[in-house]
């Protein structure tokens, strides 16, 4: 079993940052991916970033350049720095952690960006 807790969302003006944390307990070493994923009201949940064991990153076109995801080992933690933050990116985070048989969510943080 994976365990995850999200925290650092909140309301943001537009261009402003916020860093999103995810802190990982139980069966981390099974842990292939981490990502974070979002969901806006009355839209379907997309995927926003994956970082891989060996900290390889992949982004969605929207966020390229604007968000950086990262890992801290040490501390079990995975982070969504996200600068330049525009109103379209007000959703519900969620981090995701997956594994060889399934995957795990976190209970989300809502990311508000008001114009």
């Known amino acids: 079993q994976v365990q995850l807790v999200e925290s650092g969302g909140g309301l943001v003006q537009a261009g402003g940052s916020l860093r999103l944390s995810c802190a990982v307990s139980g069966s981390i070493f099974s842990i292939d991916v981490m990502g974070w994923y979002r969901q806006a009201p009355g839209k379907q949940r997309e995927l926003v970033a994956t970082?891989?064991?060996?900290?390889?990153?992949n982004y969605v076109d929207s966020v390229k350049g604007r968000f950086t995801i990262s890992r801290d080992n040490a501390k079990n933690t995975v982070y969504l720095q996200m600068n330049s933050l525009k109103p379209e990116d007000t959703a519900v985070y969620y981090c995701?952690?997956?594994?060889?048989?399934?995957?795990?969510w976190g209970q989300g943080t809502q990311v508000t960006v008001s114009s």
């Open positions: 970082i891989t064991s060996v900290s390889s990153t």
């Open positions: 995701n952690a997956r594994t060889l048989s399934k995957g795990y």
